[in-house]
């Protein structure tokens, strides 16, 4: 009997072990296909806070609910970045656009600074779309259109964005007249509990915080002042 059970540890040990790998090899394929089509996701190569980009150009792509959410795990809302398989994802909380309660959920991002950017910088919002297999809710972390401000920084290429003074949704995606920047995940409305857990962690809670009483002239860590003149 002894026997018996080891084997079939064993053999559960073996067939979560060909999982994991699997899925990592999955993960693995879905970024360097993004690799190998940045320049039609950003034909100047220019990536800066251009997260935005990635979210159209998957969108518009024929991809499964579970593709579409993998796909987003590898690039940074925030900066553009391209994320490494096997990145953990930070817990926060953004503001419901139409109600301003905070919603946590996961974030995956490049570098820390772009959590607290979009804490503090952008709005989310749960919407449906129709996708391979069928439509689906999802939930979009937005940013006020940036197109008309006169400090948009220039670091950032403004045709990526807009038509002038309004979104281009040839471009970029837009929900109630406001861009898109990228995926968040497991989102759901805060508990006091939730609050508490990201305001103690060392990241969210206390890198956040100094981030914050950096003045915007002076910062000069993750995007810097970039996403922020765009975002705010």
Same mark, same amino acid.
């Given at each position: 009997?002894?026997?018996?059970?080891?084997?079939?540890?064993?053999?559960?040990?073996?067939?979560?072990?060909?999982?994991?790998?699997?899925?990592?090899?999955?993960?693995?394929?879905?970024?360097?296909?993004?690799?190998?089509?940045?320049?039609?996701?950003?034909?100047?190569?220019?990536?800066?806070?251009?997260?935005?980009?990635?979210?159209?150009?998957?969108?518009?792509?024929?991809?499964?609910?579970?593709?579409?959410?993998?796909?987003?795990?590898?690039?940074?809302?925030?900066?553009?970045?391209?994320?490494?398989?096997?990145?953990?994802?930070?817990?926060?909380f953004v503001k419901e656009l139409k109600t301003e309660k905070n919603i946590c959920g996961k974030l995956y991002r490049c570098c820390?600074?772009?959590?607290?950017?979009?804490?503090?910088?952008?709005?989310?919002?749960?919407?449906?779309?129709?996708?391979? &297999? %069928?439509?689906?809710? =999802?939930?979009?972390?937005?940013?006020?259109?940036? !197109?008309? *401000?006169? /400090?948009?920084? $220039?670091?950032?290429?403004?045709?990526?964005?807009?038509?002038?003074?309004?979104?281009?949704?040839?471009?970029?995606?837009?929900? &109630? %007249?406001?861009?898109? =920047?990228?995926?968040?995940?497991?989102?759901?409305? !805060?508990? *006091?509990? /939730?609050?508490? $857990?990201?305001?103690?962690?060392?990241?969210?809670?206390?890198?956040?915080?100094?981030?914050?009483?950096?003045?915007?002239?002076?910062?000069?860590?993750?995007?810097?002042?970039?996403?922020?003149?765009?975002?705010?």
């Amino acid at each position: 009997m002894k026997i018996i059970l080891k084997a079939i540890i064993f053999s559960l040990f073996l067939n979560a072990s060909g999982f994991a790998e699997v899925n990592f090899q999955q993960k693995k394929f879905y970024y360097e296909n993004l690799v190998k089509n940045w320049s039609k996701i950003f034909p100047d190569k220019n990536r800066n806070a251009a997260g935005p980009r990635f979210f159209k150009y998957l969108i518009d792509q024929n991809l499964t609910y579970e593709e579409f959410k993998e796909y987003n795990k590898f690039y940074c809302p925030v900066s553009g970045s391209l994320i490494n398989p096997g990145e953990k994802p930070d817990y926060i909380f953004v503001k419901e656009l139409k109600t301003e309660k905070n919603i946590c959920g996961k974030l995956y991002r490049c570098c820390w600074p772009c959590s607290c950017d979009l804490m503090n910088y952008a709005k989310v919002k749960k919407i449906k779309h129709k996708f391979k &297999d %069928g439509t689906k809710k =999802i939930d979009v972390l937005l940013i006020n259109n940036p !197109c008309s *401000k006169k /400090d948009f920084p $220039k670091e950032v290429n403004k045709n990526y964005f807009c038509n002038q003074q309004r979104l281009n949704d040839e471009e970029v995606f837009v929900v &109630d %007249g406001k861009l898109v =920047i990228g995926l968040f995940y497991e989102a759901k409305k !805060c508990l *006091k509990t /939730d609050i508490k $857990k990201v305001e103690a962690n060392e990241i969210t809670g206390t890198f956040c915080a100094l981030k914050n009483d950096v003045p915007l002239e002076e910062m000069n860590i993750g995007m810097g002042d970039i996403f922020i003149k765009m975002a705010r």
